[in-house]
C-alpha cells in the first residue's frame, strides 16, 4: 500500500466567493456538497438515458479485467455501440452478447466531433441532455476547455495519471472511490508518461515498486452530488464502487498561450514544459559523450542544479 492515508475534505453549501478567494488558492483536492447540479442526479437513470440517448453511436473502452492499463494496453483500445446499448450494457453484472467476456468492463469517454481538433463537450455531443446538468460557476466561461460524459461497469478501475489542467468530477448517479496523489510525489508513482506504472494500488507490488510505499495517499468516496475538485497536476486513480455517470469540467488554470494547442483531451503538457524536456534529452545525450565516472558527477551537479533553481518551497 502507498504511504499514510490522508482523507479528502468534504465542505457542503460553498460559495464561488469562498473557492475562488480561499480554496482554490490552496491548491489541494476538495469535495464540495450540496452544489446545485439541476435534475440530472435524479433523472439520469438507466432507462432515461437510453431513451434520451438512443442509436448515437459512442466510441467505448471495453476491458477483460477491472484494472484497465494503459501503458500494456490489456483492454480493447475502441469499440463502437449504440448509446443505449452500452449505457444497459454497463449497469449489467454479465452479457449475453458482449466482444471479449460475458463479464467485460464498459468505459465511456465522450469524444469531440472530429478527435483530434475538437474537444469533449456533453452540451454539443448529447444536446438532450445538457437542459439536465447545471454546471458550478465556480471560473469564468472563457476559461472553460472541455466538459466530459464518463459512464462505468460497476468495479471499473481507471490508471493513475494527471491532468494539466484544473477539473471537476461530478459524480452524478452511482458511487466512486477516488485516491489521489501530490504532485510532489511525482518520484515515487514510476511514471510513463503521464501515467502511473503501479496498478493496483490497494496491494502494489513493493518489490518491484519500493518507493510506492512514501507516496501519500489522499482518498475519498463520491456519491450521487458529490463534486471532485482535483487540481492540475494531481495524480488521481478511480474506482467505480458502482454503475455510474459522471461529468469532467475542465478549465484553464493558466493562460491560454501555455498550453499545447494541438490538446483536445487536457493532457498535453504545457508548452514551455515540453520544450525543457526536450532539451534535458539532448543534455542526456551530450553527458552520454562523456566516461562513466564524468558522466555520472556531471549528472549529479545538473540534479543539484534544478533542485536548486526550479523547486519550489511553497509546497507540501
Not at 434520451?52 to 494496453?73: L, N, R, S, T
Not at 471479449?100 to 468505459?107: A, C, G, N, R
Not at 503521464?194 to 518489490?207: H, Y
Not at 494541438?262 to 525543457?276: E, I, L, M, Q, V
Request: a neutral charge.
Amino acid at each position: 500500500m502507498a504511504g499514510p492515508r490522508i482523507l479528502v475534505p468534504r465542505l457542503e453549501g460553498v460559495s464561488r466567493e469562498r473557492f475562488m478567494q480561499h480554496l482554490y488558492p490552496q491548491r489541494k483536492p476538495l469535495v464540495l456538497e450540496g452544489i446545485d447540479l439541476g435534475a440530472c442526479t435524479s433523472k439520469w437513470t438507466v432507462d432515461y438515458l437510453s431513451q434520451v440517448g438512443g442509436k448515437k453511436e459512442v466510441k467505448i473502452h471495453v476491458a477483460a479485467v477491472a484494472q484497465m492499463d494503459f501503458i500494456k494496453f490489456f483492454f480493447v483500445y475502441f469499440r463502437t455501440l449504440p448509446f443505449d446499448e452500452l449505457v444497459q450494457r454497463a449497469a449489467e453484472e454479465r452479457h449475453k452478447e458482449f466482444f471479449i467476456s460475458e463479464d467485460e468492463k464498459y468505459y465511456l469517454r465522450s469524444l469531440g466531433e472530429d478527435p483530434r481538433k475538437d474537444v469533449a463537450d456533453i452540451r454539443k455531443q448529447f444536446p438532450l441532455l445538457e437542459g439536465d446538468i447545471k454546471f458550478p460557476e465556480f471560473f469564468k466561461e472563457e476559461l472553460f476547455f472541455s466538459s466530459v460524459f464518463r459512464i462505468s461497469s460497476p468495479g471499473l478501475q481507471l490508471w493513475t495519471h494527471y491532468d494539466v489542467m484544473d477539473n471537476f468530477l461530478i459524480q452524478v448517479t452511482g458511487k466512486k472511490r477516488v485516491i489521489l496523489f501530490s504532485p510532489r510525489d511525482a518520484q515515487y508513482l514510476y511514471l510513463s508518461g503521464t501515467k502511473s506504472e503501479v496498478l493496483n494500488i490497494d496491494n502494489p507490488d513493493l518489490v518491484k515498486y519500493p518507493l510506492f510505499s512514501k507516496a501519500r495517499r489522499y482518498e475519498c468516496t463520491l456519491g450521487a452530488g458529490d463534486v471532485l475538485f482535483i487540481p492540475a497536476l494531481w495524480f488521481h486513480n478511480v474506482i467505480s464502487e458502482e454503475f455510474g455517470v459522471g461529468v469532467n469540467i475542465f478549465w484553464k488554470h493558466l493562460p491560454s498561450e501555455c498550453y499545447d494547442k494541438t490538446d483536445t483531451y487536457g493532457n498535453k503538457d504545457p508548452t514551455a514544459a515540453s520544450r525543457a524536456a526536450q532539451i534535458l534529452d539532448r543534455a542526456l545525450k551530450t553527458l552520454a559523450e562523456l566516461p562513466e565516472e564524468y558522466r555520472d558527477f556531471y549528472a549529479r551537479r545538473m540534479v543539484l542544479h534544478i533542485q536548486d533553481k526550479a523547486y519550489s518551497k511553497n509546497f507540501e
